[in-house]
């Protein structure tokens, strides 16, 4: 069982940044592919990055790209999500999973954290 717990959300004006923490219990954190996602109101939710149980490989959805950077401390059982050049439609709660394996389902979530960008 891997508990995950968000912080770091708030309110920012566009071209804004912010930086999401997401720590997690347990001892295997560094087994674990970690994600971020969100989800606007009146939308599903959507992928947004991954990052690799050893920090090596990433992705991100093509709306991010050059504006986000995820990073993880193994030592610090966290992951983090550093967003840089905020949109309005970046405005969303945003989720860190766990997931086993790179081409792994989400088994675990946290209970996310709102990020609103102001115009």
């Known amino acids: 069982q891997v508990q995950l717990v968000e912080s770091g959300g708030g309110l920012v004006q566009a071209g804004g940044s912010l930086r999401l923490s997401c720590a997690a219990s347990?001892?295997?954190?560094?087994?674990?592919?970690m994600g971020w996602f969100r989800q606007a109101p009146g939308k599903e939710r959507e992928f947004v990055t991954q990052i690799s149980g050893s920090g090596g490989r990433t992705r991100y959805a093509d709306s991010v790209k050059g504006r986000f950077t995820i990073s993880r401390d193994n030592a610090k059982n966290t992951v983090y999500l550093q967003m840089i050049s905020l949109k309005p439609e970046d405005t969303a709660v945003y989720y860190c999973g766990a997931a086993l394996g790179w081409g792994g389902s989400y088994v675990y979530w946290g209970q996310g954290t709102q990020v609103t960008v102001s115009s």
């Open positions: 347990g001892s295997t954190f560094s087994s674990y592919t």
